[in-house]
């Protein structure tokens, strides 16, 4: 068969081709599809490997996330024998788990870091709005995945964290009791709660996160890549898809996998005691990435618990979904922006110092 | 902005998100005092080995309950392990040494049992998990009245029979003389049973009476010598001859420690009373493939919680918060 011709060529050099064509060949022969694929050639460039990374988490969770439903019994006191078992006595179980662990908290940290990349580079501008939107709503989703996944050990930490986060949400007016009532199915912490967040933990979500990677990727090719922070124009000589870009992701997934079960070889994934519901002594500590929301539910007490649970939140999504619309600077690069960057580095700064404060309340060192 | 310090700003930010990512193992809640295990490449040679100066020594508190209620004790804990087991050393103030046990004292004419208990200390484990264990310790488990019909196993047990316990059980007078501490486990109580039971094999002690229960029925056999603090060991004793004479003030041990074998000779035992306290080591191989042990793999914690005697029996003890075994 003859290979079909381009009917078109971009201008950093990727062809395009007939869509009926295309499609015909993707299904007849894969390879040859996706070797005609061609990116820019900045899909390679040595400061582009975090949305390679990225995604070599995701399909690192999703591995490892099968794996561990394997052995995952989503009863209560079964599951975190099922836990421990993994743990403990399953082949590889412990480096599993504890990849599955780190993955999570490793990829939120690059998720952060590669929107504010994309922030400073002004990539979020006109054209590639939706590329932006879809990364945020990718972002939103990864905490959804730590609250859901965090109560299936069922131990102690996982446990009151829930009911932690089951309060503040509770107190969001109009729709933070229903929402508790869907989440949980009730309005304890037990068997239906405990199956209803690993449907979603395991299913739902992945669902939804694999449909906004697929939409994110769309705009991404659509719209090709930004400008370099260094103003110049992206590489225009284009580069195969496959193997090229395929293999830097494998290469990146096997780096990635290989300091990940280092880490977790030397520190395990921790798994606390058993969850006790009876126990109202413990005191669970947030993780980093919410130690700012918990500062703000601190502050804001009584008649105010609205700003910090829904208001503040609540803005703060709405800036990051419509910075593309708000932003009316002249162009793209960081010294055309100026306001934009003072107002979100203040309020990185803010966010950062609230972190800090509520670490130092949760985690510093104790009163002698 | 300039392109070197666009790029330092991206190193920066990168490796502070990664450090906040190494933050995350320390993310845990209320605090119970943990027990460093540390690793040693060869095993304590006794009590005063030097090794024991590479654990850290933990002070446990204990809380007196019925007759001691109010009072309190302390117990300095250290423990190492080797590839092959796992040692404990306790040590505790005790001004009485309390090792009588209800032995035989003869008073010229007839015999009769001595008032007085003795010292022990206890440590329970889970083999498989008990539920709530892990937060309210010996509390969670079982107890039942004193004289109740399933109070004959001692008293206690688990809610189910999938949660397990392991019972260590050193005994001053019972126990120790034979080098061991009684190995024993907890299953489910119910209502005619206890849930105490011995693991598997020999040992405990054997009741040192005649059929009527009036007099000693062993006394040391020839060639033999009773173990430490006078105790005479089952193993070393032979039925008294019809004849023997015994003099006003002669006392013989009423419950003779018994020689421990098979899963309940596991825990062994090494200890020394001097100064006004007792310094007790226990040590048993970290997994000992026995049903009725707890198996220790050393890249997980173990809850565990203690009980002290005092020279009291079940009814009176000093009881521990339950803590954290950690392998370092």
């Known amino acids: 068969m003859k290979p079909p011709e381009p009917i078109t060529t971009t201008k950093d050099g990727r062809q395009r081709f007939r869509s009926d064509e295309t499609k015909t060949l993707a299904l007849n022969d894969p390879f040859a599809w996706l070797k005609r694929i061609t990116v820019a050639g900045d899909a390679c460039a040595w400061n582009r490997f975090v949305g390679g990374v990225l995604l070599a988490l995701v399909v690192l969770l999703f591995l490892s996330g099968a794996f561990l439903a394997f052995y995952y019994s989503p009863v209560p006191g079964a599951a975190y024998d099922s836990v421990d078992f993994t743990l403990f006595s399953a082949p590889f179980g412990s480096i599993l788990k504890g990849v599955h662990h780190y993955a999570w908290n490793l990829l939120l940290v690059l998720a952060i870091f590669h929107l504010a990349r994309t922030f400073v580079a002004g990539a979020y501008r006109k054209p590639r709005q939706l590329t932006w939107i879809s990364g945020v709503a990718i972002l939103g989703l990864l905490p959804l995945f730590i609250i859901t996944g965090d109560l299936l050990p069922w131990d102690q930490r996982g446990y009151w964290s829930t009911q932690v986060r089951m309060s503040i949400i509770a107190s969001i007016p109009f729709a933070g009791d229903m929402a508790v009532r869907i989440l949980q199915g009730g309005a304890l912490t037990g068997i239906v709660a405990l199956t209803r967040f690993y449907v979603l933990h395991i299913l739902f979500l992945p669902c939804l996160l694999a449909l906004l990677l697929a939409v994110h990727f769309y705009f991404v090719a659509r719209h090709g890549f930004a400008e370099r922070l260094n103003g110049k124009q992206a590489a225009d000589h284009p580069i195969a898809f496959f193997p090229r870009v395929v293999n830097r992701w494998l290469v990146l997934f096997i780096v990635t996998v290989s300091l990940i079960a280092l880490l977790t070889y030397y520190w395990p994934s921790p798994l606390g005691d058993p969850a006790d519901p009876t126990d109202s002594t413990y005191v669970p500590k947030p993780e980093w990435w919410v130690l700012f929301l918990n500062q703000l539910v601190a502050i804001f007490k009584g008649k105010w618990a609205v700003l910090g649970t829904a208001v503040i939140p609540g803005l703060l999504t709405l800036f990051l979904v419509g910075l593309p619309y708000l932003d009316r600077s002249p162009g793209n690069r960081p010294a055309q922006r100026k306001t934009v960057i003072v107002a979100a580095a203040l309020l990185a700064a803010v966010m950062i110092v609230l972190s800090l404060m509520g670490y130092f309340e949760h985690f510093g060192l104790p009163r002698q | ?328």
């Open chain 2, 1 to 328: 902005m300039h392109r070197q310090s666009l790029k330092r700003i991206y190193w920066m930010v990168l490796l502070m998100l990664l450090a906040v990512l190494l933050m995350n193992g320390t993310v845990f809640g209320a605090s119970k005092q943990v027990l460093e295990a540390a690793k040693v490449k060869a095993a304590p040679a006794g009590l005063e080995d030097a090794i024991w100066n590479e654990a850290t020594a933990i002070q446990v508190p204990f809380e007196g309950k019925e007759s001691f209620a109010g009072q309190k004790a302390v117990v300095a804990t250290k423990a190492v392990y080797t590839d092959e087991a796992v040692y404990f050393l306790f040590k505790w103030k005790d001004p009485t040494l309390s090792v009588v046990k209800e032995a035989w004292q003869f008073d010229g004419e007839k015999w009769s049992h001595q008032k007085g208990n003795e010292d022990r200390i206890s440590l329970l484990f889970e083999i498989n998990r008990i539920n709530n264990f892990a937060t309210k310790g010996c509390a969670i488990v079982c107890h039942v009245p004193q004289g109740a019909p399933n109070a004959k196993d001692g008293k206690f047990g688990t809610t189910t029979a999938a949660e397990k316990g392991d019972l260590w059980h050193w005994k001053a007078a019972r126990s120790d003389p034979a080098g061991v501490a009684d190995d024993t486990w907890l299953t489910q109580i119910s209502d005619k049973e206890g849930g105490r039971k011995s693991d598997a094999g020999k040992g405990g002690d054997q009741k040192n009476m005649t059929e009527d229960k009036s007099a000693p029925k062993y006394m040391l056999a020839p060639g033999k010598s009773l173990a430490k603090n006078d105790i005479l060991l089952a193993a070393h004793s032979v039925e008294i001859p019809a004849g023997t004479v015994f003099k006003a003030g002669d006392m013989l041990t009423y419950r003779m420690p018994k020689t421990a074998e098979g899963s309940r000779g596991d825990i062994k035992a090494e200890s020394r009373y001097a100064g006004g306290g007792w310094t007790v080591m226990l040590h048993r191989s970290l997994d000992t493939d026995n049903e009725d042990d707890v198996a220790f793999n050393t890249r997980r914690k173990y809850n565990f919680a203690m009980a002290l005697f005092d020279d009291s029996g079940d009814e009176n003890s000093y009881d521990s918060e339950v803590l954290t075994l950690e392998f370092k």
